[in-house]
């Protein structure tokens, strides 16, 4: 899960909205919403495993977590699509 804060930053950091086109600043906002979706998911679903002790399959929260990762891979892409990154050289 810290990955994907990590990767919130990242794209925090390559998207300024001065400078990103509206259809990058778009998908960079369906992109943050997803991670949310998926950490809230991840959230519910362990919530459930703890409260269960074994009585419960969780199945629910399962099926809503896996909603939510497909959403951030169709997110991912779209990001990829609006925001291509600029070649860049050593530093």
């Known amino acids: ?4 804060l990590l990767a919130a930053a990242l794209v925090a950091l390559v998207i300024t909205p001065d400078a ?3 259809d990058c600043r778009s998908a960079a906002a369906g992109y943050s919403a997803a991670l949310a979706s998926v950490t809230e998911a991840l959230r519910a679903y362990e ?12 199945a629910t929260e ?3 977590l896996d909603a939510a990762h497909l959403n ?4 991912v ?3 990829h ?7 860049q050289g050593p530093r």
């Open 1 to 4: 899960m810290g990955s994907h």
């Open 20 to 22: 990103a086109p509206t």
């Open 47 to 58: 919530a459930s495993l703890s409260a269960s002790r074994g009585r419960n399959q969780c």
């Open 81 to 87: 699509r609006a925001c291509p990154l600029l070649p």
């Open 72 to 75: 951030y891979e169709d997110a």
């Open 62 to 64: 399962f099926d809503d």
């Open 77 to 79: 892409a779209e990001y």
